[in-house]
C-alpha cells in the first residue's frame, strides 16, 4: 500500500514571506533607470526630486542613494540645496525654488510614470 502524506502539512512559504511571481525584465529596467539618471549633474537630480515635493534632508539623500550617487556627491548636498531649495524651518523640508520648475524636464529618466503625472498637475498650477 502507498503511504500518503498528511493533508495537514504547513505550507512550503513561510507566513508573511509570500512569494510573488517575479518579472525578469524588472531588475534590468531598474538598473536602466539608475544608470541613466547618475549619468545626469547631481544638481539636476536633486531639482528634479524637489520638484515631486518638499524633502527633509535625510529623505532626499535615501532617495538620491536609491538612484546610485557617488561619495563627493552625498558630502556636498548642503550647498546644492543652498542653492536651489528654500528651508522651511517649522518643518526642516526643502521646497524647490519657484524659478526652477520652468528648468525641469516633463521625461526626466528618474521619473516613473506615477511621478511624471504628478509633475504635469504641479506644473499646471
Request: charged share 30%.
Amino acid at each position: 500500500a502507498v503511504k500518503r502524506a498528511p493533508q495537514c502539512l504547513p505550507e512550503a512559504v513561510p507566513e508573511g514571506k509570500r512569494t510573488r511571481p517575479t518579472n525578469p525584465a524588472q531588475p534590468v529596467r531598474q538598473t536602466q533607470k539608475r544608470s541613466r539618471v547618475s549619468q545626469h549633474p547631481y544638481r539636476d537630480r536633486v531639482i528634479h526630486l524637489l520638484a515631486l515635493k518638499s524633502y527633509k534632508k535625510p529623505e532626499l539623500l535615501v532617495r538620491l542613494l536609491r538612484d546610485g550617487i557617488r561619495q563627493k556627491d552625498k558630502d556636498c548636498l548642503g550647498s546644492v540645496l543652498q542653492q536651489v531649495a528654500t528651508l522651511n524651518p517649522k518643518d526642516n523640508t526643502y521646497t524647490l525654488k519657484d524659478y526652477l520648475f520652468k528648468a525641469l524636464q516633463r521625461d526626466w529618466p528618474g521619473y516613473d510614470e506615477r511621478e511624471k503625472q504628478a509633475l504635469e498637475v504641479i506644473l499646471a498650477r
